[in-house]
């Protein structure tokens, strides 16, 4: 399975794809990490036996042309040469298009891997990478770029091979941005995965008494309570408005990377 993983920044995205990818693991499957973008997150929260890879920049593009497009001993005269870095960073979606297609080679082409799991950045830098395919495939009636955009638009589209998970935290602004996401995804018609909350905390009970002896600790309930019932109804209201249900990952104490991914890894075996 291919797993995108997006969302507003600052959630835990990387986290929850590390977790995505030690539940995989733990499954028995082999395991790839790609971070589309500069080296972060995920690379610092797998552990070393799960491979990672990063896909960024003109030299990513480089690799990618020179596989596909056979350039033998061609090929390093062009990469080196001044246009070629300069067509790579005038040409719109060029980076797009090849990160999508580097992400394909890894996952079917080089039949290494049964699970690969993509930190796709923020949900803005995802949407350009994941739209980035069907539309060359609409602009390129034909030829090598047509076939391999539609190639790796049926992929993002095929929900038995691939998933794109949308992860949120119990808050206004990153609920409303998960939302918006799903919404662009259906759009899109790509493959929609879950809607993952993170550090979310335990539903309150249904009746509280707050104390009034000490105002200090009820101040501290009540505002524990007000974030807790404020954290439920943001949930339902998302569930309401995108018509799916979402998975709960609890807040964890401050640990390192590693650690808090393998704790989130039980919650979310079901999508590996």
């Known amino acids: 399975m291919l797993h995108y993983v997006t969302g507003k920044g600052g959630v835990g995205k990387s986290t929850i794809a590390a977790a995505i990818a030690i539940a995989a693991a733990a499954r028995g499957h082999r395991v790839l990490g790609i971070e589309l973008g500069p080296r972060g997150g995920l690379a610092r929260a797998l552990p070393p036996d799960i491979e990672v890879m990063q896909i960024d920049g003109a030299a990513a593009v480089g690799e990618y042309l020179t ?79 047509h076939r391999e955009a539609a190639r790796n638009a049926a992929l993002l589209r095929d929900p038995q091979r691939c998933a794109i998970h949308v992860i949120a935290m119990p808050e206004e602004m990153p609920l409303g941005e998960a939302a918006q996401t799903v919404e662009a995804l259906r ?55 995108l018509g799916l249900p979402v998975i709960r990952v609890p807040r964890l104490p401050v640990m390192e990377l590693t650690a808090q991914a393998r704790a989130l890894a039980w919650p979310l075996a079901e999508l590996a």
Not at 93 to 102: H, P, T, Y
Not at 212 to 224: C, E, I, S
Not at 227 to 240: K, M, P, S, V, Y
Request: aromatic fraction near 4%; charge should be neutral; proline fraction near 7%.
């Open 67 to 145: 596989r596909r497009m056979h350039l033998g001993r061609f090929a390093r005269p062009i990469l080196e040469h001044p246009l070629y870095n300069a067509f790579v960073e005038a040409a719109p979606g060029v980076r797009e298009l090849v990160a999508i297609g580097k992400v394909r080679d890894e996952y079917e082409l080089q039949k290494r891997w049964d699970t690969v799991v993509v930190d796709a950045g923020g949900s803005g830098h995802a949407l350009e990478h994941l739209r980035m395919p069907a539309t060359a495939e609409q602009t390129f009636r034909s030829g090598l770029i």
């Open 187 to 241: 759009t899109l018609d790509l493959a929609i995965g879950r809607v993952i909350v993170n550090r979310c905390t335990p539903p309150a009970p249904a009746e509280v008494e707050i104390p009034t002896g000490d105002p200090v600790v009820a101040q501290v309930l009540q505002h524990a309570l007000d974030r807790a019932h404020a954290q439920e109804r943001g949930i339902d209201e998302l569930q309401r408005r």
